[in-house]
């Protein structure tokens, strides 16, 4: 790890740079690193491998945390999250998620990965959310126009916080495609999902199944999202 410079001399916080990655560390504290916004959204990848680590509720609660300091359209504030460790509700939701695909009619014309769902789903080898110890699901007005918009600012700053915090994640989006589903429905009802509420993402946390432990931080390369200058 190379230092760069003292970056702020009263806060004693130091710039370093480690795997390409820029850091700021807080001398002092537990040797943490902390990031910088920009730093957490280019070093946010997706995990799709974890550890059967538990994830502790301190970090829980400082993503949730983040998710419900998003913005919302007209400040209505109407996201609802639920945050799932039980490793039997889990289990539960993946295993009502591949019943729900299984039943699903596969045509070619369906979302590339919609069609993949529902194949691996028909071989009983599905899992939605991968091996992640954590889901949060959030949900908001099924009547209400920015709901996805809303959900998905929220998503984002758990993502990134969740990097912070060292933790692996990704956006899940199989709750919304089956977010009319009955059984799914019941379940969550009895979670506390209000009967005006649908699911418009979740998103799986927990510690990468990688050497290290942390996340892959790979900055990866823009190919689309274009950019016009006026
Ligand atoms: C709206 C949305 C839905 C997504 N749904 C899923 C999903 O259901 N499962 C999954 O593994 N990844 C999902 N992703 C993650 C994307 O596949 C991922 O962000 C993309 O491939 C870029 O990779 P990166 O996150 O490592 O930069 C979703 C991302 C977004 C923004």
């Not at 609660?61 to 504030?77: K, L, Y």
């Not at 080898?125 to 959030?138: E, H, K």
Request: with cysteine; net charge neutral; hydrophobic share 40%.
């Amino acid at each position: 790890m190379t230092e760069i410079s003292i970056w702020d001399k009263s806060e004693a916080i130091v710039q370093r740079r480690k795997k390409n990655v820029l850091l700021r560390e807080v001398e002092g504290s537990s040797g943490r690193l902390i990031m910088n916004t920009l730093e957490a959204i280019k070093t946010r990848r997706s995990t799709r491998k974890f550890q059967q680590k538990l994830v502790e509720r301190e970090k829980l609660e400082q993503i949730v945390e983040a998710g419900r300091f998003g913005p919302t359209g007209g400040n209505a504030q109407s996201n609802h999250f639920f945050v799932i460790s039980d490793a039997a509700a889990i289990a539960k939701l993946k295993e009502l998620v591949q019943t729900a695909f299984a039943n699903m009619e596969l045509r070619d014309d369906l979302y590339k990965s919609l069609k993949n769902s529902i194949m691996l789903s028909r071989k009983g080898n599905y899992s939605f959310c991968y091996t992640a110890p954590v889901l949060i699901v959030v949900a908001n007005k099924k009547e209400y126009g920015n709901n996805m918009a809303d959900v998905a600012c929220a998503v984002e700053n758990m993502m990134l916080a969740a990097n912070e915090l060292d933790l692996g994640s990704c956006y899940i989006n199989q709750l919304k495609w089956l977010n009319e589903d009955p059984t799914l429905l019941e379940y969550l009802r009895g979670l506390g999902l209000k009967d005006d509420e649908r699911v418009y993402a979740s998103v799986a946390i927990g510690y990468a199944d990688t050497e290290s432990g942390l996340p892959n931080r790979t900055e990866a390369p823009r190919t689309g999202n274009e950019v016009v200058w006026v």
